[in-house]
């Protein structure tokens, strides 16, 4: 009987180390991460201000920033891995739903359609994006490294009242800009007839994920907001089920 408790307390213990362990290396990766795109998104917000200091303009601005503003940008999938995997206790939907709607932005808007590249609305968003991302990967960093300045905390659950409303007017109105070319050209749409008989077309579909900010966009800013009623004002907030 001694024996068997013995071996019971003993199995104990290695499970408690083994996740101490993974406790532990998960800390040191996503310390790591935090500020690694901490650093990233500094890289760009000098970059975007020695642009403007040296050329007294934004045109050309998005065309000399964007490898690195694809690189960080995209690289932040890995967001989407750690909510999968339980290291981070968020949703994976909320999270994918956010950074595929940056990428999007990026790769199939942005990055894609070079008559744009010069709008105001694209400087807006990048911005907006660059100091949001500034104050959240820092407010993450100093959290992991138990070391939270209270500035950067109450700048990560303030600074969004402001960015957040005016990130989703740079998108939408370079969404709208970038219609016209769209229809133009035809690009990524499939007519038919064609080997596959799939239509596909574009422009509506860029329409369509403008006509989504309606319903998404409010769900993102109401929760933050609660997330900041509960982390500077200590209220105790219930979620309800859907």
Same mark, same amino acid.
């Given at each position: 009987?001694?024996?068997?408790?013995?071996?019971?307390?003993?199995?104990?213990?290695?499970?408690?180390?083994?996740?101490?362990?993974?406790?532990?290396?998960?800390?040191?990766?996503?310390?790591?991460?935090?500020?690694?795109?901490?650093?990233?998104?500094?890289?760009?917000?000098?970059?975007?201000?020695?642009?403007?200091?040296?050329?007294?303009?934004?045109?050309?601005?998005?065309?000399?920033?964007?490898?690195?503003?694809?690189?960080?940008?995209?690289?932040?999938?890995?967001?989407?891995?750690?909510?999968?995997?339980?290291?981070?206790?968020?949703?994976?939907?909320?999270?994918?739903?956010?950074?595929?709607?940056?990428?999007?932005? &990026?790769? =199939?808007?942005?990055?894609?359609?070079?008559? +744009?590249?010069?709008?105001?609305?694209?400087? $807006? #968003?990048?911005?907006?994006?660059?100091?949001?991302?500034?104050?959240?990967?820092?407010?993450?960093?100093?959290?992991?490294?138990?070391?939270?300045?209270?500035?950067?905390?109450?700048?990560?659950?303030?600074?969004?009242?402001?960015?957040?409303?005016?990130?989703?007017?740079?998108?939408?109105?370079?969404?709208?800009?970038?219609?016209?070319?769209?229809?133009?050209?035809?690009?990524?749409?499939?007519?038919?007839?064609?080997?596959?008989? &799939?239509? =596909?077309?574009?422009?509506?579909?860029?329409? +369509?994920?403008?006509?989504?900010?309606?319903? $998404? #966009?409010?769900?993102?800013?109401?929760?933050?907001?609660?997330?900041?009623?509960?982390?500077?004002?200590?209220?105790?907030?219930?979620?309800?089920?859907?």
């Amino acid at each position: 009987m001694a024996s068997s408790e013995e071996d019971g307390t003993v199995e104990e213990k290695e499970n408690n180390n083994k996740k101490r362990t993974k406790s532990a290396l998960a800390t040191a990766w996503l310390t790591f991460y935090n500020i690694a795109m901490t650093a990233g998104w500094l890289v760009l917000a000098m970059a975007m201000m020695r642009f403007y200091i040296q050329k007294g303009t934004h045109k050309g601005l998005y065309r000399s920033i964007a490898r690195t503003l694809k690189f960080f940008q995209t690289f932040a999938l890995v967001e989407v891995g750690h909510c999968a995997i339980g290291i981070i206790k968020t949703s994976v939907i909320v999270t994918g739903v956010q950074v595929c709607s940056r990428i999007f932005m &990026v790769w =199939f808007v942005t990055n894609s359609i070079r008559q +744009i590249q010069n709008e105001e609305s694209v400087i $807006l #968003f990048l911005v907006v994006w660059t100091v949001t991302e500034i104050t959240r990967y820092s407010y993450y960093t100093f959290n992991l490294l138990n070391h939270l300045p209270y500035f950067v905390k109450w700048a990560r659950y303030n600074f969004f009242i402001v960015l957040y409303p005016l990130g989703v007017v740079g998108e939408l109105f370079t969404i709208y800009a970038a219609l016209p070319f769209v229809r133009r050209s035809g690009m990524y749409s499939m007519r038919l007839p064609n080997k596959y008989n &799939v239509s =596909f077309d574009y422009y509506y579909c860029l329409i +369509i994920v403008m006509l989504s900010y309606i319903p $998404l #966009f409010p769900q993102l800013y109401f929760h933050m907001l609660r997330q900041r009623r509960r982390v500077l004002h200590g209220e105790v907030i219930v979620e309800k089920d859907d």
